[in-house]
């Protein structure tokens, strides 16, 4: 099955900063998206995109289908970012083990 | 729409017993996934359904569990019997292929 990498693991950022984080994966898929998992658990889903680039508000991501990688961008962090992102990807939606992120105030 | 819908919220029960977990999903949705979520394995996909049809369960962990969708609002994971290591968040969520995919919030199974 298709590998999913994400980097960095952990991040750790003063509220205001900016931060990139990385999913690469091991083979073409027409689908990938990214989730945001609170501190409560709730999984919610950002972005639905297998290429181009998409925004939502502090939040864009970008997708380069033939290098088999996407990003996501958090502008201007704030404390209610803080969680773990995930990226998920292919038909069967297979998931990477996460960017765990810390917003401190 | 009220959203994916699992129940119930969080399951105690000893080893031994049988566990049924339930999800209703989003309305016209074709696809259906449940996974279970632990710290040492992270988010694992169990099995997933199209139009009601089971089309990939190689992430079932043995043969104790089982899953079904009898209609395309309703499915159950079932474990029988339960063990101590089947202590997760299990997850179901659904959505249209190639679109957004859509969790509910969870059930939280503690085998005792």
Redesign the interface.
Known sequence: GIQVEQSPPDLILQEGANSTLRCNFSDSVNNLQWFHQNPWGQLINLFYIPSGTKQNGRLSATTVATERYSLLYISSSQTTDSGVYFCAVGNDMRFGAGTRLTVKP | DAGVIQSPRHEVTEMGQEVTLRCKPISGHDYL?W?RQTMMR????LI?FNNNVP??DSGMPEDRFSAKMPNASFSTLKIQPSEPRDSA?Y?C?SGY???????G??TQLSVL
Do not use: M, Q
Not at chain 2, 42 to 45: F, H, I, K, V
Not at chain 2, 97 to 103: D, G, S, V, Y
């Open positions: 996934f996974y992270g988010l694992e996909l997933y089309i990939d968040v997850f969520a292929i190639n679109e957004k995919l859509f969790f919030s969870g």
